[in-house]
């Protein structure tokens, strides 16, 4: 372990401790104790070498933060239950398959709650309000900062109502990525919501994207990703968005929410809240987050 | 062909847009048109969106407004189409029957044709899925004269750049009979349509709807590859032979065609071929009242370096109370009365109110932000209190510690949104405060602004447009903190409101209800300048949901008097009750100053709401008597879009029968009330309002008068403040 609170110069006396996980490309983690007054720039310049650094690709997060994105996704996978059991009972096969494959992807899939999706490093040395010290309203003890290689980002992953939601590597730049073809070579199954998908980006920024033959070319719905409260999905507004895909983006196909009782409404978005955060089996995690 | 083209050329129309054309450059470019607006529904002949005489199933989006005017040999058709919301379209139109005269006595309309007033609503029903299709049903011209109103269930089915129409019309779209009437099978009575309409017009003729000839009605709009272009086909519903215009239609054919083309994100253009023999001419600017912005001039936040670089105070004494109500008023727009200290001097409160941000949040941000780097750390909470005419009638809690968080950046989730709250005032900690700083009342000089001032009317028999330009000087003078007099007086520059013949001598002719709307003329003719309005109002608290007021003065042009209005208006709560009473004596005009002999008790019972299913809307019901000593109701509905425009109707129905009110049966209207501060970079909570009432009559008349409760407590409920 390394005390970083020495080499920043800090009173050891005066400030609480706290653990910074650095996650690494090369799937090394380290753990350095910090002072709760440091800034997570001075983290990042007393550990990284920030000329070498992808932005996009890193995030920074807290465990408390992680504890409550966990229990999102326990409540998220409580609802599918539900929504499997209302399909059975109505004799719903294809909703019943769906509410279960989504079930199975949650329980397959790894995610890292954050409150930066991509660390806005060029404008958080500019003034302090986006410069976060290592607290948060939790009382988080132990945060992390990933770092990871930008491999991620030659691909796209498709979950949700798909016949085969897997990763799906990119054609090269300046090929044919169009949203809608992706989609449709997926084979959406037949409780999906075929009028939509919702497109995760990179930086947490959610779109639902009308692909539909009939509401192509309207306006979408985009939602920001918001740095104070970052699991939920906010207000949206009408937004144009390319149709074009890029690396790094998530794809999830909901399930068609129409004909469901009020009570079992709202999985789409909850599943997006979640995906916002996904992260790939080859990458690292803290152990707490587990 | 050739007769028609050159009979379309030398059309005045046809010679201006096409003036127009040379100016605006044709060839628009399609990466001038965001993509998303080539895929949303366009215009039809009549208003709303749709094909070309036949509507569709589609809607807008919310806020979406159009002016549309169009044009043939029969007909001119010029109103607006607004999208209330996602699932209401709503339309005014004037019809002007080129072929009639509004009324055949020459010296009461000279040679202006004919004008007929429609209003269209059209609701959606069912929202386009993967296999259904959009469904809405629509009436139109459904609160008019019946010459053109009919009522349609359509739906539309978009496929690729493909969008397919197929309807069912009743009356005026419906009359070739193409298709048996289905709710004729149901019920004998749905098989004839009662003719005319009731009254003077203007009535809901709900029992003329979906009865008599039903036909079909569809087509298609077809999005080209020439993107700005798209074109039309439809299959017109419509039986022409027996028009409002009293001259004879031919129609050679059902199928209509049609080109439309986006000049500009802001401007379309509509060439159609209708009738198989009639071409028809039109345009409409659109704007989106959601989506109107624009940019400010503000001074910078302050910062959390801000925080770090002043030096607070260190005892709430040693605060610069005067220094720091300039600063709240420069930066964030709150006029400070007095600020004081709790007891345990943890809670530092500013008493006063916001005086130029429409946005409260913002204001309270910047309001806020000043607190933070000019009071002692040791305060952990600011209180702003809303305090207009001396009533705490609100207030805003601001977590210091979270706020100087956000603003620091020391806590990753904190923002200066979380820091905020707004609740009821609580009157019980007024009790114990310290005042550190109090601006004295001072009775000082009444304010004087002068501004220009537009009043106009659409549609009246004597002129289309009436209107007059004026200069009004505006006046307040506080006599104490809750005793204020409003005077206006106005100048007029130019107009033509002396046209208006409904002027009958009194004594002569006299009609069946007391004249206190329709003297206009005779105030007109009177004089080019007048005192407006000069009245005195008392506004007390009785307890933080209890509010009371007094006033007296000449209350408008036409009326003055004394009146008392009490009101009950619970914190957030979305709703509030009222009552007023008021003696109003009619104005003379015949002198600057004098009262004509008519005089009447006039009050209403009012009830405000804020339906929780309809977001930013307001329902204002006013029952009671009113100026023509009828006894009725007066209803207003309210909408308020994400810019801040307020779009409103109001009708009042009284015991007044339709033949005595006169023309358009009862009365009714429209207004626009537009934030000033979308036409300019300085902010300000200021508006401008637009009316248009399509007559003025004498029956459901209210009094007009300054400062009602409702306004002065809007911050209780936040509705035209936020």
Redesign the interface.
Known sequence: MLALCSSIACAQSEVQARLIHVLQAQQTQATYDVSS?T?LSEVIQALTDVTSQDWRTAR?G?RQ?QFRLQRLKLETQQRLTALQHYAEQEGDEGLALTAKQLQRQLQNSRFLAA?YLGVPWHGMRL????????????GSDEFYLSLYSTETSKSVELFGALNSPISRVLQPAGSNNDIKQVVAAHKPQQAA???YVWQININGGVVKQPI????????AQCYSHQ????LRLGKPT?C?APQQLSGGQRLYVGI?E?QLPQSLQGINERMVRLLKFHVPHEQPLPEWSH | MESLMAKFYSSNVVKLVLAGLTTIPLGAHAQDI???L??EPTQTDVGGAGLLQMPSARHN?AGELSVFYYDNEEYRRVGLSLQLFPWLETIIRYNDVRTRLYNPIEEFSGNQTYKDRGVDVKVRLHE???YWPELSVGLRDFAGTGQFSGEYLVAS????NFDFTLGMGWGYLGRSGNIDNPFCEITDSYCQRPGGFQGQGGSFEYDEWFKGNAALFGGVEWQTPWEPLSLKVEYDGNDYSDESSGTPIIQDSHWNLGLHYRLHEYANVQLSFERGNTLMFGFNIRTNFNDIKQYKQRPPKR???DL?NNRQPQHAEQINTAQLMRQLRVEGGYTSKKITLSEDRKTLSVYGFQSRYRDDAEGVDRSARVLATQVPESIKTYRFIDYPYAMPVAETHVDAGLLKH??????????V??AISYDDVDLSEQQNETVLGERDFDIGMPSFSVRPYVQQSFGGPENFYMYELRADAYSTWALSENIIVDGRAALRLMGNYDEFNFMVTPGEDEPPLPRVRTFVRSYVDFSDYWLENLQATYVKQLSKDWYVSAYGGYFERMFGGVGSEIMYRPYGSGWGVGMDINYAKQRSFNSHFGFRDYDTITGHVAGYWKPPMLQDSMIRVFAGRFLAKDWGVQVNFDHKFDSGVIVGAYAAKTNVSAEEYGEGSFTKGFYISMPLDLFQIRDTDARANLGWTPLTRDGGQMLIRQRTLHGVTDVRDGFYSN
């Not at chain 2, 089915?157 to 690729?160: N, Q, V, Y």
């Open positions: 007054q800034r920074f807290s933060l409150y003034r302090q309000a986006n410069n976060p010290a290592l607290n948060d309203s939790y919501n075929q009028g539909a033959y009939f509401n192509q070319g309207k306006l740095v104070h409260d970052p009408d144009s068609d129409s | 965001p993509d998303w080539q895929y989006r386009e899925t993967f089915k978009r496929w690729h910062t959390g370096e770090d956000a603003m620091r950046g020391t806590l990753i989730d904190a923002n949104e979380k």
